[in-house]
């Protein structure tokens, strides 16, 4: 397991398949704070309601200066059915194959119902301009998330 990511630690590169065709990068975002967040799985409704807050924030976070990417292990797909559905206004990326979520350290044993498995923390990561990590949510919990996000970017 990777060391965890913390604030003053440079953020993790990547480059993933996304909604629309084409790739989306950490470092092709250069100059922009970025908002890395990772989420369970399409459609659910924690990560429906957390995308939507996101979308709804969209212009606020593009004022900013701020580029919103949600990643999940969700299809490339099945992102885009996401997206259709809801009236997403946000990239989402596909890490199918888990290196991205395990180089941020988000994916995590979890306990449900007494029943261990592994999968993503929902994390939200704020990465400065330089790609330097300025703050980091960890077992987000959705209300009010969307808001301190956008608060701490506005900061930066």
């Not at 092709?28 to 409704?45: E, I, L, N, S, W």
């Amino acid at each position: 397991m990777s060391q965890a990511l913390e604030p003053g630690v440079p953020a993790p590169d990547f480059t993933l398949p996304r909604d629309g065709g084409g790739e989306i990068s950490l470092s092709g975002q250069r100059g922009k704070a970025v908002v890395v967040y990772f989420y369970p799985r399409d459609d659910t409704p924690g990560c429906t309601t957390e995308a939507i807050g996101f979308t709804g924030a969209a212009e606020a976070f593009a004022a900013a200066g701020a580029v919103v990417i949600g990643i999940s292990k969700d299809t490339v797909a099945k992102h885009e059915k996401f997206i259709a559905k809801h009236g997403l206004a946000l990239a989402l990326a596909s890490d199918a194959e888990g290196t991205v979520c395990e180089d941020w350290g988000v994916w995590v044993e979890k306990s449900m119902y007494g029943k261990t498995s592994m999968g993503i923390e929902r994390a939200t990561f704020l990465v400065d301009a330089e790609g330097i990590i300025a703050r980091v949510w960890r077992k987000v919990k959705v209300p009010g998330h969307v808001e301190e996000v956008l608060a701490a970017a506005r900061a930066l």
